[in-house]
């Protein structure tokens, strides 16, 4: 692992695609990471109006990248290990600046420098993620294009982060390039000071990994800190990990078993209240595996629950078929979730009522009685109360 101090100009002028694998979360910063980003910037941006010393270093935080093969004709790809939230966000950021710069024809010089630091113009025309400097997750893909190749709609889907982010600091350049005074020729400072500020002042740790370095680890244990990790995060991080070590096509089964899972908004509002509030996603993860192990599993242990399940089948179930039973359960979670007492199938009445009762122990027991309505009732239902048998000891 070796430790490199680099200013984001040099970090983006580099022969570089910075790829976001597809096996991470999608983009997620909001204002109360935005905000932060912007003070620091112009705070660096002032402190050069305000005295003729250069300013000294403003580290913005680490990155964790590993180099990645590719083809002979195409860009260097290293992939992002830790830091893709501030590296989607540093592109974004000199892309509204620069467009502000640019509207200005005052200020529209001090655009030029930053233009180099947002694609790679050599690229091969076959290489479409090589024209990027920073490549992302597969379902944030579309939006960050159309954020980097523009124009940006003046008001876009609130969902549409990438396209928020860039007006938040389009809108937050041209209030501080304007800010105290009409003059030109002070506008015109701003402007240089802004984006000197981004090139030259701001600063990363970049840590670069060896291909043998276990990028999976070093992946859990930075991620303890910074913007949380769920239980789903990091279960999706190491199911396709480890589809990609097996040599399975990881990028298909992303799309058939786990894309909708990012993507569909049924799975992200939380279930339960106060302290005990989880996304859906996470709490239907811990009903799956407590229907794959047979055993009760607290919120709390879920990831490491899953990573020892995943050791004890170990030979015997490949991460393809992880993937395929947990979407397979997740139409049946999908039912109960849904479940109304006006319902024609018993089992779904009584998934709304014990939603109803709080008496959450019991739905993995309905997850199997529903899984699979052609096997064998009384073979099920035995099942089933042996299941929640052991998990009333075990909660007792």
């Known amino acids: 692992m070796q430790p490199e101090y680099v200013s984001v100009g040099d970090l983006f002028s580099r022969e570089s695609v910075f790829v976001v694998p597809l096996f991470q979360r999608p983009?997620?910063?909001?204002?109360?990471?935005?905000?932060?980003?912007?003070?620091?910037?112009?705070?660096?941006?002032?402190?050069?109006?305000?005295?003729?010393?250069?300013?000294?270093?403003?580290?913005?935080?680490?990155?964790v990248v590993q180099q990645r093969p590719n083809g002979v004709t195409q860009v260097p790809r290293r992939e992002v290990i830790d830091g893709q939230q501030r590296l989607t966000t540093l592109q974004i950021l000199l892309k509204a600046v620069a467009d502000a710069l640019e509207a200005d024809l005052v200020t529209a010089?001090?655009?030029?420098?930053?233009?180099?630091?947002?694609?790679?113009?050599?690229?091969?025309?076959?290489?479409v993620e090589g024209y990027y400097k920073v490549w992302p997750t597969n379902v944030d893909r579309a939006r960050f294009r159309n954020v980097m190749d523009g124009p940006v709609s003046a008001k876009p889907v609130p969902e549409d982060r990438f396209a928020n982010a860039y007006l938040f600091f389009r809108d937050a350049t041209h209030k501080w390039l304007a800010l105290g005074s009409d003059d030109p020729e002070i506008r015109s400072g701003r402007g240089e000071a802004l984006a000197r500020a981004l090139r030259q002042h701001l600063w990363l740790i970049a840590l670069n990994l060896a291909e043998d370095d276990q990028a999976q680890v070093i992946f859990?244990?930075?991620?303890?800190?910074g913007t949380q990790l769920t239980p789903?995060?990091?279960?999706?991080?190491?199911?396709?990990?480890?589809a990609q070590e097996e040599?399975?096509?990881?990028?298909?089964?992303?799309?058939?078993?786990?894309?909708?899972?990012?993507?569909?908004?049924?799975w992200r509002p939380n279930v339960g209240a106060g302290y005990t509030a989880r996304p859906?996603?996470?709490?239907?993860l811990q009903q799956a595996l407590t229907v794959l192990t047979g055993k009760p599993i607290p919120m709390s242990h879920v990831y490491d629950s899953f990573v020892d399940h995943l050791s004890e089948t170990k030979g015997r179930s490949s991460a393809a078929e992880h993937l395929k039973n947990i979407n397979d359960l997740s139409s049946t979670a999908r039912r109960i979730f849904l479940a109304e007492e006006s319902d024609s199938d018993r089992a779904l009445v009584a998934a709304a009522r014990i939603r109803a009762m709080d008496?959450?122990?019991?739905?993995?027991?309905?997850?199997?009685?529903?899984?699979?309505?052609?096997?064998?009732?009384?073979?099920?239902?035995?099942r089933a109360c042996r299941q929640f048998s052991q998990i009333s000891a075990a909660t007792r």
Do not use: C, Q
Request: glycine share 4%.
């Open 27 to 63: 983009y997620v910063w909001g204002d109360e990471r935005w905000e932060p980003l912007w003070e620091d910037v112009v705070g660096v941006a002032e402190g050069m109006l305000a005295s003729d010393k250069a300013p000294g270093r403003h580290f913005l935080g680490s990155i």
């Open 359 to 382: 008496f959450l122990t019991a739905l993995p027991v309905l997850m199997l009685l529903l899984a699979d309505p052609y096997k064998d009732r009384e073979d099920v239902i035995t």
């Open 220 to 225: 859990e244990s930075l991620n303890a800190r």
């Open 109 to 127: 010089d001090s655009a030029l420098p930053l233009t180099p630091l947002l694609r790679h113009p050599f690229a091969a025309k076959a290489d």
């Open 280 to 284: 859906r996603l996470d709490f239907f």
């Open 247 to 266: 040599g399975a096509p990881t990028a298909a089964l992303y799309e058939k078993y786990w894309r909708s899972f990012d993507e569909d908004p049924f």
């Open 232 to 242: 789903s995060d990091l279960i999706k991080n190491i199911l396709l990990r480890r």
